[in-house]
Nanobody
Framework: QVQLVESGGGLVQAGGSLRLSCAAS????????MGWFRQAPGKDREFVAS????????YYSDSAKGRFTISRDNAKNTVYLQMNSLLPEDTAVYYC??????????WGQGTLVTVSS
């Protein structure tokens, strides 16, 4: 089981950029699919991006495609979310998650991203 700690959230103006980081504990980080999800006030948690463990293939939501980039550094047990061209509607708590085909998702505590117009 991994434990996840997100960082990098904050306040940014529309059009700006932020990079979120998610540090994982444990020796089996490279075996996990890693993902980012977000939850805006009053809304359900939604998928943003994920990256597979074996081949590093990435997947994005329509809203993230072209603006956000997910990456991972298995040597550092860390997954990143580079967010560019941020919009006010990107304001949310961003959560890191880890899972495999045989495990349920493990969640971090979340990091708040606020985009001002």
């Amino acid at each position: 089981q991994v434990q996840l700690v997100e960082s990098g959230g904050g306040l940014v103006q529309a059009g700006g950029s932020l990079r979120l980081s998610c540090a994982a504990s444990g020796r089996t980080f490279s075996l996990y699919t890693m993902g980012w999800f977000r939850q805006a006030p009053g809304k359900d948690r939604e998928f943003v991006a994920s990256i597979l463990s074996r081949d590093g293939r990435t997947y994005y939501s329509d809203s993230a495609k072209g603006r956000f980039t997910i990456s991972r550094d298995n040597a550092k047990n860390t997954v990143y979310l580079q967010m560019n061209s941020l919009l006010p509607e990107d304001t949310a708590v961003y959560y890191c998650a880890a899972w495999t085909v045989t495990t349920t998702k493990t969640w971090g505590q979340g990091t708040l991203v606020t985009v001002s117009s």
